[in-house]
């Protein structure tokens, strides 16, 4: 892009590629790098990524011609270079590590699809990436051509779906859906579109970043004709912003397609305030919107990139407030066993009495806000939307007074404690007396 703030590289080893050949995306997608000779030639290895790329079972290697070129040779901590080249790192275990630590096969009606949520379900579309990150939460399955989804399986997730219609939005992963034949990507966005209920679809896409030469003209004029589409990328450290994946970034705004992105938090890349500081300045400048900043998974291979969460909650105080809340992303850590997103940040409610909270600010400011005394909720309020599913009102349903309690199942069954039925267990005295929201009906 003329006259970008960021700056545009090609590793010295590339110099001699013609553009025409540099700018297509499948020449960058065939010329992969993934074995120890060929990093030698970009980037010499360190021992320790010798070692790595030596073992067996190691999860896929591959790094396009593009992202390579942004990592600087001579810096052996180069945070580029952290997400997508191995280490010996990878072969150490830890406490809690797991294959699908968000357990999402076992959350999975049909293959590929995971419907944890009420309204939205994540379709895995494939398991190939342009390159893949080394903190991958997928390394199941991703990089292994054998564990792709078939026609048959994307024909089942699609029959689910029209058979769901609580489902309003599906997010296409992987898996990157942006390095599928454009064809069958097309296939599967006009399939979904076809079905009344999907609202929005969105697409989780590091090729962008991998790879921005994939956005082409061609490719944002399919895109547009499936609107509303939504795309979030994933940029973890700022210097992975360039020129490229600027123009790449306008061309998918000018579409039409909003942008996000999900950082990851990563020991040694962007475990610090002030990366993530101008990490998400210059998303905001390229019109990304941060959206999530994910606590690492608790994944095999993924041990050395974890932290503590005190590390995200650090860098939270130190963006809410100091910049421009378009900028300031949403920490969460994804629930190991398949709880979905939680988030989580500093307090800033400090304390609270019948009429009046008490706040602080990021300035340590505190403050006091007077409640109204004389509000009533608005008694009328129906649910616009359908109910959700038995199960999934949360602890909204408490408040709303669809439920007394969440309880671990097995609750009763332990605390009658193998006891005999006696008059002092009737039922009915754990209904509720009064009137009311919360009264059961009988
Ligand atoms: C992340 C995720 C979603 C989408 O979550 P949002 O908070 O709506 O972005 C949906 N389904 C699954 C299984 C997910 O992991």
Known sequence: MANSFFSSKR???????????????????????????????????????????????????????????????????????????????????????????????????????????????????????????????????????????????????????????????????????????????????????????IEIIRIGSRVPVFMPMRVTDELTDMLQKYHPLWLNINVNHPNEISAE???????????????????VLLAGVNDNVHVQRKLVHDLVRIRVRPYYLYQCDLVAGAGHFRTPVAKGIEIMEGLRGHTSGYAVHTYVIDAPGGGGKIPVMPNYLISMSDHKVVLRNFEGFITTYEEPIDYTPDQAAKPLLKRPEPGQSGVLGLLEGEDLFIKPEGFEEIHDRFGIQHRLKDERKWVPLGIGPGKKEQ
């Open 11 to 197: 590793a010295p080893y590339y110099a001699d590629v013609p553009d025409e050949k540099w700018n297509n995306w499948r020449w960058q997608l065939s010329h992969r790098i993934n074995t120890p000779e060929e990093f030698d030639k970009v980037i010499p290895l360190t021992d320790r990524e010798r070692k790595a790329l030596s073992a067996s079972h190691l999860f896929r290697v591959d790094i396009t011609p593009y992202f390579i070129s942004l990592i600087d040779p001579d810096d052996p901590n180069d945070p580029i270079r952290k997400q997508v080249v191995p280490t010996d790192a990878e072969m150490v275990p830890f406490t809690a590590m797991m294959e699908d630590s968000l357990a999402e096969d076992r959350h999975s009606p049909v293959p590929g699809l995971v419907h944890r949520y009420p309204d939205r379900v994540l379709m895995l579309v494939t398991t190939q990436c342009a390159s893949y990150c080394r903190y991958c939460t997928r390394s199941r399955i991703v990089g292994d051509p054998s564990a792709t989804f078939r026609r048959n399986e994307f024909e089942m997730q699609i029959e689910y779906l029209k058979r769901t219609p609580q489902v309003r939005d599906v997010l296409l992963s992987g898996g990157d859906p942006l390095v599928l034949a454009p064809k069958i990507l097309e296939e599967i966005i006009s399939n979904l579109r076809e079905i009344p209920h």
């Open 245 to 263: 994946l600027e123009e790449a970034c306008d061309r998918l705004s000018r579409a039409g397609i909003p942008l996000g992105n999900q950082a």
